[in-house]
């Protein structure tokens, strides 16, 4: 079934996933907070899950600074909590499905060589993250793939996306690939995904065994989510999460993409923001009811 649907308020999940990166700010006590009420709301569940995927970058006491301040914030969740250090298997397969469908190629480009050959198009075709990667490596031919391998090159996976597309269109059994949003002043309206705004994504890099894309997917069908909520700057990823849910035939759940948490200056919150991290506004003795108002929820 390609249509996405709403979730019913009985069974409904959501889910804070932060990146042990970093400590939290205001905009993710805001999103934390967030979820936590819709689920309260419903009389449904609240996930934690940590997003770990990224070994060089994410650090033990950012993880155990994490779950101490939604505690403090109020915040409770069910045991155990995903992490997806331990999800790596099931990345690999789901990479191994979308491989034997030809969904995927080898992309021998460095960033450098990819600036370098849209710089030299002159014009390139822009989505949501910037200019489009130009399908360089999309037309070699499976010997020379296979010939750069066993030479050593480094490599990317990217998802064919036109190819994914017209697979996905073929494999609907009713209907165009929607979903549903609940944000964004959309209420519950069908949203057709348009996943070519995105090109030809990565999936997986030699040190990253899966793109945010593609874990966020499988980890949330795997949680059982039936809504995911999340800063509106993440809705146009939802145009590719969705042909993802199609291609793996997995559970679609709905989506509120909800406004971003900004500074005086109307920037929206960074980890380098440690001004506003929940730890920071902590030492400077603000308390837990303080802390949710300045993010929006003067109730946990």
């Known amino acids: 079934m390609m249509q996405g649907s709403a979730p019913s308020p009985e069974t409904l999940v959501t889910r804070f996933a932060p990146s042990p990166t970093g400590l939290l700010h205001l905009g993710h006590a805001h999103a934390a907070l967030f979820a936590g009420r819709v689920a309260r709301a419903a009389g449904g569940r609240f996930l934690l899950r940590i997003e770990d995927i990224d070994q060089g970058r994410c650090r033990p006491e950012y993880e155990a600074a994490i779950t101490e301040d939604l505690r403090w914030l109020g915040l409770d969740w069910e045991e155990p909590v995903m992490r997806q250090r331990g999800r790596f298997a099931a990345y690999g397969h789901a990479l191994d499905r979308l491989r034997d469908r030809g969904l995927l190629y080898p992309c021998f480009c460095t ?38 391998i066993a030479a050593g090159r480094a490599y990317a996976l990217r998802l064919d996306t036109t190819k994914a597309m017209a697979m996905a269109v073929a494999m609907a059994a009713v209907g165009p690939l929607t979903w549903i949003e609940h944000g964004r002043g959309l209420d519950g309206a069908a949203v057709p995904a348009e996943p070519h705004i995105h090109g030809d994504v990565v999936l997986a890099r030699k040190d990253v065994p899966a793109s945010y894309h593609l874990a966020v997917t499988l980890d949330d069908a795997e949680q059982g989510i039936t809504l995911v909520t999340r800063g509106e700057d993440l809705a146009p990823a939802t145009h590719i999460h969705r042909l993802l849910q199609a ?12 406004a971003l948490i900004a500074d005086a200056a109307g920037r929206r919150l960074a980890k380098r923001d440690d001004a506003r991290s929940i730890r920071s506004l902590r030492e400077q003795g603000l308390s837990a009811a303080e802390v949710r108002r300045l993010a929006g929820f003067p109730e946990p």
């Open 111 to 148: 960033r450098k060589e990819i600036q370098r050959e849209i710089a030299g198009a002159g014009q390139a075709p822009h989505g949501p993250d910037g200019p489009l990667y130009p399908g360089t490596c999309r037309g070699l031919g499976e010997d020379e793939r296979q010939a750069r």
């Open 247 to 258: 291609l793996l035939d997995l559970p679609v759940p709905a989506w509120h993409h909800h």
